[in-house]
């Protein structure tokens, strides 16, 4: 079945230093998705991803999709401690939007 | 968007017993999901609630271990039976509104 593997699965940073989490499939994405959940928190959707090569901006994250729509990124610049938390990508069973395959999700420390 | 509500948001059940979450939307939707999020882990999706059918189950997941129910298109509700310590975890539903998936706030269940 399709899967979507997600590294790294843990990131210290200092305040102010950028952070980068990356996903990748063995198959062709029709689309992709962002989740932050906060701690104790549920998932909160932050983008998605549908054409070869997109780049989408939400203030300091940015969200790539690759040219052969197998990987993506997330990328944040000058963490805040408001970052803190974990990021999910995921990926609809047979390219749609509803039944979604989670990312092992990378988890998000932001030291001040 | 879409308003999810769940409850209990929180239980402590002994083992062999059986508790119901209850989650409800704001708005009518046609499919309602159902994932786990076991402690530290990523989301694994459940099963599918569909209104005026029998739930799809993703593998590993048994209607005899958590029957679902959907009796309208606002709210539907999942038992974990013959609960387990192994079954300690956040549950959560979801509805997908123009293409963008939403959360509810979780139950978190320990069982002792």
């Known amino acids: 079945g399709q899967q979507v593997m997600q590294i790294p699965q843990y990131q210290h940073v200092q305040e102010g230093e950028d952070f980068t989490t990356y996903c990748n499939s063995s198959?062709?994405?029709?689309?992709i998705q962002w989740y932050k959940q906060r701690p104790g928190g549920h998932p909160v959707f932050l983008i998605q991803l549908v054409k070869s090569g997109e780049v989408k901006k939400q203030k300091r994250l940015t969200f790539q999709f690759g040219e052969a729509k197998k990987n993506s990124s997330l990328h944040i610049t000058a963490t805040q401690t408001t970052d803190v938390g974990t990021y999910f990508c995921a990926v609809g069973f047979s390219g749609g939007y509803n039944k979604l395959i989670f990312g092992a999700g990378t988890r998000l420390a932001v030291h001040p | 968007s879409a308003v999810i509500s769940q409850k209990p948001s929180r239980d402590i059940c002994q083992r062999g017993t059986s508790l119901t979450i209850q989650c409800q939307v704001d708005s009518q939707v046609t499919m309602m999901f159902w994932y786990r999020q076991q402690p530290g882990q990523s989301l694994t999706l459940i099963a599918t609630?569909?209104?005026?059918?029998?739930?799809?189950?993703e593998s590993g997941f048994v209607i005899d271990k958590f029957p679902i129910s959907r009796p309208n298109l606002t709210f539907s509700t999942l038992t974990v039976s013959n609960m387990s310590p192994e079954d300690s975890s956040i549950y959560l539903c979801?509805?997908?509104?123009?293409?963008?998936?939403?959360f509810g706030p979780g139950t978190r269940l320990l069982v002792l």
């Open positions: 609630a569909n209104q005026g059918s029998e739930a799809t189950y």
């Open positions: 979801s509805v997908v509104v123009q293409e963008t998936q939403y």
């Open positions: 198959t062709t994405l029709s689309n």
